[in-house]
């Protein structure tokens, strides 16, 4: 169960922090460029310097979906589990029928996957029948665009947002399903978690985007289980030679802050 394999990580480390791996190209340091595989080696230095704080490493599909892109994500998933460390790929994934069999075929390599509860249970059901792996449900996003549907009030008298948070707490049949809550929205945050008491969250946000690590805490966690993530605010840190040794310092100052509140 990903669940309890990422509680165990939790109490090892002694940390609730997701490590977003991003390599956005405009941002890798220039000598890295000769790299056969320019992100993989970004990303062995990254979990070099910051798998002794993290809980989980989240990389972002967008970010390697090209051939040699989808070669460093295979030898980044290595290397983290050889630390120890689960991988939650961040690719909002749904679709119908053998469509979206194709794309939960992924779950054979990572540890966990966000998907877009947008076309229903069925459009899930390749996910949530994956009793191993971890099925975060996009619930309440931090983008300020979020609100546009998100916050959309139902002849039911609930938010958009609160139905989905309903709709996951049903789908939990394998204690698999979490959510995707935003750390900037702490109102909206603290309203999913007391309709959905029982699920852990992946909360995103916090970092460059300035979301409130407090109650990313407070209410992200179910039974001390779920994640805080912070992605450009750890892993581009520092810039140049050093730029690993930086995040290093980002992921610890962060691991700490959030167990301030723990």
């Not at 000769?34 to 993290?54: N, S, V």
Request: charged letters at 30%.
């Amino acid at each position: 169960m990903f669940f309890e394999r990422l509680g165990a990580r939790i109490e090892t480390a002694d940390s609730v922090l997701s490590v977003g791996l991003d390599p956005d190209p405009d941002r890798l340091p220039d000598h890295l460029a000769d790299h056969d595989l320019p992100r993989w080696a970004w990303a062995r230095r990254i979990i070099d310097a910051t798998h002794e704080h993290a809980a989980c490493y989240k990389p972002n599909a967008a970010f390697y979906e090209d051939p040699d892109g989808w070669r460093a994500l295979r030898e980044l998933v290595a290397y983290a589990h050889g630390k120890d460390v689960p991988v939650l790929l961040d690719a909002k994934r749904a679709d119908i029928g053998n469509t979206a069999r194709q794309y939960a075929r992924v779950l054979d390599t990572v540890d966990a996957i966000t998907v877009n509860p947008y076309l229903g249970r069925d459009s899930l059901d390749p996910f949530l029948s994956r009793t191993d792996a971890g099925v975060f449900v996009l619930c309440r996003t931090s983008n300020p665009g979020g609100s546009d549907l998100q916050d959309l009030e139902l002849a039911t008298d609930e938010r958009l947002y609160e139905r989905v948070a309903r709709l996951a707490s049903g789908w939990n049949e394998h204690d698999n399903v979490g959510l995707v809550v935003g750390a900037t929205t702490p109102d909206e945050l603290e309203r999913v978690r007391e309709v959905a008491p029982d699920l852990p969250f992946l909360v995103p946000g916090v970092g460059a985007q300035g979301g409130d690590a407090e109650a990313a805490v407070e209410y992200g966690l179910a039974d001390g289980v779920g994640l805080v993530n912070s992605s450009r605010g750890i892993t581009f840190a520092g810039e140049g030679e050093d730029f690993a040794g930086a995040a290093g310092e980002a992921a610890k100052r962060l691991k700490r802050r959030l167990n301030e509140f723990r």
